[in-house]
């Protein structure tokens, strides 16, 4: 015989989603109706099972004084110095055994106590709810002593009613949260576990006569420029919209001339809905999003997506976000030409939509589910196939699309993500569908469209793409109906995404193809005393997934990274293209619903990189898709010679609410007289000594004619160098299929070639150095010479390689690596300011730029190569000048690259004596191999035989 004497604990297990929350409403916040904000410090006690302690904390009188303290919202996993456990990180990988809905005994389990005092003018009448906006994964609510119920789905919000059971003073209010429960099946997102509550808690005066639940339908037909607003309400009253002079009744149609929403112009009429005991601000925003003709509308208009998936994240919160963080991700969206984001994989914070609605951006607004784990197994038991999960899902869709059905910005709603398919997920769509027959509904794991409105992919190659725009693809009748878009693509894992540039040429060349969303918006790096930011198994996870959680386009501290300034340039709605020679520009409007009226252009002029002259540009307010040949001034007259270009520039013509006048949306640069290469008259003659010989301004070890001096400059010769630090992407994903260059490049031992010196040449006009550059235990090698003149006062370095043997993978890169024994600041004359590489080389300017050798790194969360500077004409650092011949691309950095090979996180690089610079004549591509495809073979490296040159002089 067996009984307990344990608190029952059976709902962490049980699969429904909860008892005792009130059925879910509109989240909105009153005008005039009381609220009081829970938040702050709340008294803490940490269980290592869900049922160590009986519910005696939860009772009036307790006395939890001498509890810890942790803030509310917050992850307890991420307070308390690590007193209070760790945080976690899998991919799709359960951290528990499989064998749903059981989790394990050992379920951290935190107590939360929070008493509360009403405001002094907290009114008597009325009732109150209890708000929680969220709470990982699972929690049993107590005011008072009372228990309130239990609840599941973590982004999600809970209320509860508490009118009759709060007291002016002393109200004791008791949350018990538990890291695993039946609800953790579904919310198996690739991102850190973090248990606790995240978001507010709220206390809402209900006034006698409060307004409930409504639902504000405000759409826009563009055929006669008119708007329809109806606002549903449970509790009648009146809505006065005082800018359309509207005044209705709840529930009656009324339609007027509107200036409509779009994410790029975000109009919101405000409004009142007023209810005999409230007044409830409405932020109207009139749109119409259909599906017609095989096409997501607007307005009337398709639509491309220039999207991020946005998982919430604070390197120090975890996803408890403040407002100022949400409004800072919505703004960097916005100056970057972001147009949509998918909230990836939970309806966010509510004020996030808000600032969507407010600032401007299409909404996929996704509900938080995800089973992903379930793949191990095949999806055998997939709660969203088992009838037995279906009124959890279901419950999950009704919270989102009651709580952010007032948003304009969201025109899709998303079932989840990763679910693979089942009874459970149509369930969902038909029930959106019905409640909400004015929104699509997006799911990308069924690929055959039962339950969807728009074919979406994730990671799918360029090649197929192209295929799906040219409706190849075949699939079901109901697909090839459809709209298509890539609901992730171009994996911003470290250095990278390559291949944005020719994703977006596709999605602008089919109309099926409506964009996509970059996969992801910031790296979910953990704020690390030791390590700077930390990933997966940096606490000694069991089970985890290394720095696949550190793949966005903005770094953990919200700087944006190479990747996001990139993806600003491919996706700027102006198209700026011309024609040095005969001074036109081509300005092309790629806006959906905007004009050019906002835009003001600016023209310069560049001679050897450095601006001239400069002046404003007439273009004509284009419409969307029109476009306009405008003429350039005559270009300003300069000494002749040097290399010329255009450079034209659309800048906002005044201050928006999300960037300050001037800030530039779109560029163009062409050429008008190239550049001439540097030529260097071999005239001097080697002369050699004991040990050394000279050259011009040079002097070498006579034996190994290895560099020694370059005026008064010494350095560390410069040799061949083909070894890159690996990239994520270059590393790619274990489950690809096609080469993952990275491994093989290790393999190859191309992270270890060896030096052969064969020949030190004197001749009358050069010296020559012939060595072979090869890798132990292979047969592959380069030949490679280095060829040596001087007319007396500058060095020029001739590079060939000829690669022998059966080569059959690219190279990393191809250039020399030389040391100086002192640099800081660099300028140069080439692409700038930030790095680029041959696939995500869009944003490179070509200009004056200067830095500071520290500068030029990027810094990626994994350590892997980085920074470097494409078309480089030439580069001063370290008291030298090197110009190329050709153009090179640059990079400088206090270690090697074996040793940013080596590291594991910043902290681990430390800065040596020497500053080691690598002048490459190729990098390979980058591409997405992390999560999708590799470079483009337009962009490999192929090992091919080389010549390239590079001029030395001192700059003293
Ligand atoms: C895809 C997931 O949807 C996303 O959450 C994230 O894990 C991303 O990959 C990679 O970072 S799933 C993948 C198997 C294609």
């Known amino acids: 015989m067996s009984f307990r004497t344990t608190p029952s604990v059976d709902y962490v297990e049980d699969v429904s989603p909860g008892r005792g929350a009130l059925a879910p409403r509109a989240w909105y916040a009153s005008s005039d109706a009381k609220s009081l904000s829970l938040n702050g410090s709340w008294r803490f006690r940490l269980s290592a099972t869900a049922d160590a302690e009986d519910e005696s904390f939860a009772e009036e009188g307790y006395d939890a004084g001498d509890w810890a303290e942790v803030t509310v919202p917050g992850h307890w996993v991420l307070q308390g110095d690590g007193a209070f456990g760790s945080p976690i990180y899998t991919n799709h990988l359960y ?66 009613a508490v009118g009759e059971l709060l007291k002016p003073a002393g109200n004791v209010l008791a949350v018990r949260v538990h890291q695993w429960s039946a609800g953790s099946y579904l919310e198996d997102q690739d991102q850190w576990w973090l248990p606790g509550i995240f978001r507010d808690v709220t206390l809402l005066h209900r006034p006698t006569g409060s307004a409930g639940d409504f639902f504000v339908h405000a759409s826009y037909d563009h055929t006669t420029g008119e708007g329809t607003l109806r606002v549903d309400s449970d509790v009648d009253g009146r809505v006065s919209v005082p800018a359309l002079d509207i005044d209705v009744a709840t529930g009656e149609p009324v339609t007027v001339a509107v200036e409509p929403w779009s994410a790029e112009t975000p109009k919101l009429y405000d409004g009142e809905l007023i209810t005999a005991g409230e007044r409830v601000p409405l932020r109207i925003g009139f749109r119409t999003v259909v599906l017609e003709d095989g096409l997501i509308k607007v307005n009337g208009k398709a639509i491309l997506f220039k999207g991020v998936n946005r998982h919430e994240w604070h390197p120090e919160k975890g996803r408890a976000l403040d ?23 939970y309806p966010p914070h509510p004020a996030f939509l808000d600032l969507c609605d407010e600032l401007g951006l299409w909404v996929i607004d996704e509900c938080d589910l995800e089973t992903h784990g379930f793949t191990e197994q095949a999806w055998r038991d997939n709660p969203v196939d088992d009838d037995r999960w279906t009124p959890a899902l279901l419950d999950r869709a009704a919270r989102m699309v009651e709580r952010d059905k007032n948003h304009p910005s969201i025109v899709f709603w998303s079932l989840g993500n990763e679910a693979g398919t089942g009874r459970g997920l149509t369930a969902m769509a038909e029930w959106i569908h019905g409640r909400d027959p004015e929104r699509l509904v997006h799911y990308e794991g069924d690929w055959d469209c039962r339950d969807t409105d ?29 709209p298509f878009i890539q609901c992730e693509y171009g994996h911003a894992m470290g250095n990278g995404p390559g291949g944005l540039a020719d994703y977006q040429r596709l999605f602008e060349a089919h109309d099926r193809l409506q964009g996509g969303f970059i996969w992801e918006w910031i790296d979910h790096g953990v704020k690390h005393p030791e390590l700077g930011y930390a990933y997966g198994g940096d606490f000694g996870e069991e089970l985890h997934d290394g720095n696949f959680v550190c793949d966005g386009l903005i770094f953990p501290d919200r700087r944006p990274s190479p990747g996001l300034v990139e993806y600003k340039k491919v ?55 029109e476009s306009a040949d405008v003429k350039l001034p005559e270009p300003p007259s300069h000494e002749s010679g040097g290399e010329t270009q255009w450079t034209v520039r659309a800048v906002l013509a005044s201050g928006t609410a999300w960037a300050p006048k001037d800030h530039v949306v779109a560029w163009g640069q062409f050429p008008v007289s190239a550049r001439q290469s540097p030529a260097v008259a071999a005239s001097d003659r080697p002369a050699a000594s004991d ?59 191309l992270h270890r070639m060896r030096h052969r010196l064969d020949a030190v040449e004197l001749g009358d006009d050069a010296l020559t150095v012939r060595t072979r550059v090869a890798p132990a235990a292979w047969e592959v090698g380069l030949a490679t010479v280095y060829r040596w003149t001087s007319d007396g006062e500058r060095l020029r370095l001739t590079v060939s390689v000829t690669p022998e043997g059966d080569w059959t993978v690219p190279l990393p890169r191809l250039g020399v690596r030389f040391g100086l024994a002192q640099a800081d600041a660099v300028r140069w004359f080439g692409g700038g300011p930030g790095e680029a590489y041959p696939d995500t080389r869009t944003a490179s300017m070509v200009g004056r730029w200067q830095s500071t050798v520290d500068e030029l790194q990027t810094p990626y969360v994994r350590p892997q190569e980085n920074g470097a500077r494409a078309d480089v004409r030439w580069v ?16 400088a950095r206090r270690w090697t690259n074996e040793q940013l090979d080596a590291a594991r996180h910043l902290t ?21 191999q992390s999560c999708g495809p590799g470079p483009l073979p337009r962009y490999f490296l192929k090992a091919e035989p080389a010549e390239f040159s590079f001029v030395f002089s001192t700059t003293e």
């Open 571 to 625: 996706i700027e709605p102006v198209r700026i293209e011309g024609d040095g020679a005969d001074g036109t520009v081509r300005v092309t409007n790629k806006y959906d619903f905007a004009d050019l009226s906002a835009l003001a252009f600016e023209w310069s002029y560049q001679v050897d990189g450095e601006t001239v002259e400069a002046g404003a540009l007439s273009v004509p307010a284009l419409a969307p898709g």
């Open 691 to 749: 040990r050394l010989i000279t050259l011009g301004p040079a002097s070498f070890d006579a034996r190994t004619g290895a560099l020694k001096t370059i005026g008064g400059v010494e350095v560390t010769a410069p040799r061949l160098d083909v070894w890159r630090a690996p990239t994520d992407n270059d590393d790619g994903a274990e489950w690809q299929t096609d080469t993952r260059f990275g491994m093989l490049w290790r393999k190859y031992g």
């Open 323 to 345: 407002l100022a963080t949400m409004r800072e991700d919505v703004l960097l969206m916005k100056r970057h030409n972001l147009n949509a984001v998918r909230t990836s994989h």
């Open 876 to 891: 001063e650092l370290g008291g030298l000048r090197i110009e190329g011949d050709p153009e090179f691309w640059f990079s």
């Open 908 to 928: 681990d690089l430390t800065p040596g004596d020497t500053v080691w610079v690598n002048l490459d004549h190729g990098q390979h591509g980058i591409g997405s």
């Open 454 to 482: 728009v074919y979406s992919r994730m990671y799918a190659f360029h090649d197929e793409v192209e295929k799906i725009g040219q409706r190849l693809d075949g699939g079901t009748h109901k697909r090839r109906e459809l």
């Open 95 to 160: 951290p528990f055994p499989v064998d749903p809905p059981h989790v394990p005994t050992e379920n951290p389990t935190g107590d939360h106590v929070r008493v509360f005092d009403l405001p002094a003018d907290w009114p008597a009448d009325g009732g109150a709810v209890l708000r929680f906006d969220g709470v990982e994964s699972c929690a049993r609510v107590w005011l008072n002593g009372t228990e309130l119920g239990e609840f599941k789905g973590s982004r999600l919000p809970h209320e509860f």
